[in-house]
């Protein structure tokens, strides 16, 4: 069983950053998938960006601004959100992929204009 918590969200105005942090228990390795969704309102769930061993990629949307990171050590995993837009504006949900998906409760990021 995994279980994942973020922090780190908020509200900032456009052009601003974030950093999102995303804490797992249970068994977590580095092979293993590890990523940041979103969900607008009224908007489907789309994936952010994900890492595994060291291997990344990005939604087209947030390349160049959004960077992935992690701390297997730690179990964490982070998103540095720069140059925020309004329209990333959404619930971030934290991911895991091992022996099954896993998500987080998520945590509300807010851009005004």
């Known amino acids: 069983q995994v279980q994942l918590v973020e922090s780190g969200g908020g509200l900032v105005q456009a052009g601003g950053s974030l950093r999102l942090s995303c804490v797992a228990s249970?068994?977590?390795?580095?092979?293993?998938?590890m990523g940041w969704y979103r969900q607008a309102p009224g908007k489907p769930r789309e994936l952010v960006a994900r890492i595994s061993s060291g291997s990344t990629n990005y939604a087209d949307s947030v390349k160049d601004r959004f960077t992935i990171s992690r701390d297997n050590a730690k179990k964490m995993v982070y998103l540095q959100m720069n140059s925020l837009k309004p329209e990333d504006t959404a619930v971030y949900y934290c991911y895991a992929c091992t022996r099954g998906d896993y998500w987080g409760k998520g945590t509300l990021v807010t851009v005004s204009s």
């Open positions: 249970g068994s977590i390795f580095s092979y293993n998938v």
